[in-house]
T-cell receptor, first 115, second 109 residues
Framework: GAVVSQHPSWVICKSGTSVKIECRSL??????MFWYRQFPKQSLMLMAT?????????EQGVEKDKFLINHASLTLSTLTVTSAHPEDSSFYIC???????????FGSGTRLTVV | DAKTTQPNSMESNEEEPVHLPCNHS???????IHWYRQLPSQGPEYVIH???SNVNNRMASLAIAEDRKSSTLILHRATLRDAAVYYC??????????FGKGTRLSVIA
């Protein structure tokens, strides 16, 4: 159990366009979802925390107008990278929590390349 | 967030036990000790977590020092598939995981 599906697994987009990444908890309801990004040879950096039905909480230095997060249901959160630029190219990973003493389940990640 | 200290890298022979250390001298009473691992180009995978008592599951064991200032992740028989970056993270439950640099484990056949 506790599977998180992330889609797409990779995407290439042109500079200036927007890209949406989906994160779904398949077999549990996720009270909270988290979004991370990871640059090559670096660790994961927390971008934001989203709770179903409320606004996301962004980490310092993360532009909320550029990285739009929507957590419309207990099984789906989306991250939209707006007006993408080459420096936004990264590995984006979502994570979901069932709450309580359960661990966190991560998606398989989305590799975004902006050309 | 309470800080953890892990070796940058470790090496193990296949089918031998591996002990991955983590120091966390500033741990607070509500901090759980979480271990996750990440294979190349994949999202992190949950390994184990605990609060005060040692924990065992099908993947690994977690040995927690009595003063909780350090812990050790034990892989009982390393396989090539265990080669990954292992992260030791302190956080209360239901708060975001903040990743450090972790320990890169290499497994030699």
């Amino acid at each position: 159990g506790a599977v998180v599906s992330q889609h797409p697994s990779w995407v290439i987009c042109k500079s200036g366009t927007s890209v949406k990444i989906e994160c779904r908890s398949l077999d549990f309801q996720a009270t909270t979802m988290f979004w991370y990004r990871q640059f090559p040879k670096q660790s994961l950096m927390l971008m934001a925390t989203s709770n179903e039905g409320s606004k996301a909480t962004y980490e310092q230095g993360v532009e909320k107008d550029k990285f739009l997060i929507n957590h419309a249901s207990l099984t789906l959160s989306t991250l939209t990278v707006t007006s993408a630029h080459p420096e936004d190219s990264s590995f984006y990973i979502c994570s979901a929590s069932r709450g309580g003493s359960y661990g966190y389940t991560f998606g398989s990640g989305t590799r975004l390349t902006v050309v | 967030d309470a800080k953890t200290t892990q070796p940058n890298s470790m090496e193990s022979n296949e089918e031998e036990p591996v002990h991955l250390p983590c120091n966390h001298s500033t741990i607070s009473g509500t901090d759980y000790i979480h271990w996750y691992r990440q294979l190349p180009s994949q999202g992190p995978e949950y390994v184990i977590h605990g609060l005060t008592s040692n924990v065992n599951n099908r993947m690994a064991s977690l040995a927690i020092a009595e003063d909780r200032k350090s812990s050790t992740l034990i892989l009982h028989r390393a396989t090539l598939r265990d080669a990954a970056v292992y992260y030791c993270i302190l956080t209360p439950l239901n708060t975001p995981l903040v990743f450090g640099k972790g320990t890169r484990l290499s497994v030699i056949a």
